[in-house]
């Protein structure tokens, strides 16, 4: 059965994508077998993963009853991924729990990564997730909209739900540009999972360059927290 794994953050751009399709691929490499569903309806996964020239069917079709489900799963050459439907009407969270579910035996992991905000794509994914990464940027703005997502996803009664810290640049942490790592999980109230790096191998990304490979300051930090998400103890050694 696959773990359901909903990545949100409140504020827009804090790497949501860019850490899920990381992690993702961390996962595959350990041999196991891992499932995107984008929930942004701006749609980004696709072009992480390399799959956008193949995009025919989205996970809505699939919902709706448009397309089989296999038919809307687009395989790249780690991870596999559905892409969002540009509106989400006629789709409620028992629809998108169904959709998930029928993928269940298939994988050992599923990510719904949100859009921002705590609107309708964020709802479906929380609905279609049995646990939670908040990714937040260690700042007050992107901490305060972590904490309001955190919070909606403690209410739904998901109690599995880690904290990614992103884009962090010690220098700037100790210059008081940026907020430090204690006062991120003290401000959340969120357990820490891990810390990325804010690493140019992940902007390129979003030029569709691969973003976790050996030698970039990221690789470790991505590594290390695709074990803890398989249950592995590695130390945090902030
Ligand atoms: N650790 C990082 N280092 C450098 N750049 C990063 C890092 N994480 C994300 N970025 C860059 O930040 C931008 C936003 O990232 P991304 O699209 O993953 O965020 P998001 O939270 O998914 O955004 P949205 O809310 O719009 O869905 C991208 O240009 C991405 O390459
Ligand atoms: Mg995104």
């Known amino acids: 059965m696959a773990e359901k794994i909903l990545v949100a953050s409140?504020?827009?751009?804090?790497?949501?994508?860019?850490?899920?399709v990381g992690l993702c691929k961390a996962l595959?490499?350990?041999g196991k077998k891992v499932l995107i569903i984008d929930c942004d309806m701006l749609r980004s996964v696709d072009l992480l993963t390399g799959v956008t020239e193949k995009l025919l069917y989205d996970w809505g079709d699939v919902v709706l009853g448009r397309c089989e489900p296999c038919q809307a799963v687009y395989a790249s050459a780690d991870v596999d991924v559905m892409t969002c439907p540009f509106s989400y009407e006629g789709i409620d969270g028992g629809k998108m729990k169904n959709l998930v579910a029928l993928?269940?035996?298939?994988?050992?992991?599923?990510?719904?990564?949100?859009?921002?905000?705590?609107?309708k794509g964020f709802e479906l994914a929380l609905s279609g997730a049995d646990r939670a990464l908040v990714v937040s940027t260690a700042d007050l703005v992107c901490v305060r909209?972590?904490?309001?997502?955190?919070?909606?996803?403690?209410?739904?009664?998901?109690?599995?739900?880690?904290?990614?810290?992103n884009r962090v640049m010690k220098k700037d942490i100790k210059k008081g540009r940026l907020l430090n790592v204690d006062s991120v999980i003290d401000s959340t109230q969120v357990q820490l999972i891990g810390v990325i790096p804010e690493d140019k191998a992940i902007r390129l990304g979003s030029m569709g360059k691969n973003i976790y490979r050996t030698g970039q300051d990221?690789?470790?930090?991505?590594?290390?927290?695709?074990?803890?998400?398989?249950?592995?103890?590695?130390?945090?050694?902030?």
């Open 10 to 20: 409140g504020k827009g751009g804090v790497g949501k994508t860019s850490v899920t």
């Open 28 to 30: 595959h490499k350990c």
């Open 103 to 119: 993928f269940d035996e298939q994988y050992d992991y599923i990510f719904l990564d949100a859009p921002a905000g705590i609107g």
């Open 145 to 165: 909209s972590a904490c309001r997502a955190a919070d909606v996803i403690f209410a739904s009664g998901m109690s599995d739900v880690r904290l990614i810290i």
């Open 218 to 238: 990221s690789y470790i930090p991505f590594t290390n927290i695709a074990a803890r998400v398989r249950g592995e103890y590695i130390d945090l050694a902030l």
